[in-house]
């Protein structure tokens, strides 16, 4: 079991940039794969991005490509979601999780942050 704690949301205007951190405590944070996600009002929960314990691979949604970025650091146990180019349609809470696969899936993740919210004004 491990614990995730996000951090780095916040009002930005469009064309913004934020970085999202996640600060993971607990096993062996290589062991895991790590994914963002993100829940807007009235929608469900969806996929973002995603990475490898090692770090060797990456999936993103379509959405989002080009412009988030994530990346890790196994020796911080930390894990971020750089989001450039920022657009209304972005705004939602966003979530970190880990999983023992490299998944998109959100029924894979078994630990999740308490996630932080993003808003994106035009």
């Known amino acids: 079991q491990v614990q995730l704690v996000e951090s780095g949301g916040g009002l930005v205007q469009a064309g913004d940039s934020l970085r999202l951190s996640c600060a993971v405590s607990g096993r062996t944070f290589s062991n895991y794969a790590m994914g963002w996600f993100r829940q807007a009002p009235g929608k469900e929960r969806e996929f973002v991005a995603a990475?490898?314990?090692?770090?060797?691979?990456?999936s993103y949604t379509n959405s989002v490509k080009g412009r988030f970025a994530i990346s890790r650091d196994n020796a911080k146990n930390t894990v971020w979601l750089q989001m450039n180019s920022l657009k209304p349609e972005d705004t939602a809470v966003y979530y970190c999780a880990a999983s023992y696969y490299n998944t998109r899936i959100p029924s894979d993740y078994n630990n999740w942050g308490q996630g932080t919210q993003v808003t994106v004004s035009s």
């Open positions: 990475i490898s314990g090692s770090g060797t691979w990456t």
